[in-house]
């Protein structure tokens, strides 16, 4: 099982989570490539410092939004889309080659993550991107989404990801942010929910029934409040369920 968050979210002076911590914690780091957060300084830092802690490296692509964290959906013909995921995953590329390691991976984030799980189009940009620039690099993405799908019918690797702070709908979807039950910093019942979440067990959705979420990976969020004691209960719950701990790529 592998265990991921979102890191380099910050921007020139302001910071966001604690992307040195994490990294002692998690096996895959999700780093912004400046579209939705982060800058070059940044990203060639924590690229750096996963480089040096073994930790392998993905690109986290999203909308150009900085002042809406990537949070935004915002309409864009495909054709620019691809383009301009390409260009993220470029430039985190280049700077984790600069650290000693490459981009291993790539993962949407916010809006477009959750767009990619219906808008066809959308998706079809993404996997195009990743296709183009090098088919090799697995997509990380929620079960049944038309991401997934699509980048299986383009013959590239998937990775099905749970979230283990997100509450679920029935449909296995995420509810959505500022909805009841839609973020969970509880950590006894994340680390609960995570093992369920890694073993096939089911979970209680937000309306109360039980949903079985698939995942080859879990994804503790970098700006979820007290995130890194999170991710360390999360990891030690895991462990202690008998999973062993590998990065996916």
Known sequence: MDLNS??????????????????????????????????PSIMRRVCAEAVAGGVVIGAQVGYRDLAGFGRRAIDMEPEQLRDEVIYQIAALDGMARVAGGRVRYVKPHGALYNRAVHDVAQARAVVAAVAAYDPTLPLLGLPGSQLLRQATAAGLRVVPEAFADRGYRA?????????????????????????????GAPITAVDGSAVTVGARSVCVHGDTPGAVDLARQVRAALEGAGLHLTAFA
């Open 6 to 39: 979102d890191l380099g979210e910050g921007f020139g002076i302001w910071q966001l989570g604690d992307d040195l911590a994490l990294l002692k914690v998690v096996t895959s780091a999700n780093v912004a490539c400046g579209f939705h957060a982060g800058d």
């Open 171 to 199: 449909d296995g979807t995420l509810a959505p942010r500022g909805t009841p039950g839609a973020l969970i910093t509880d950590a006894d019942e994340v680390a609960r929910r995570c093992v369920a979440l890694a073993t």
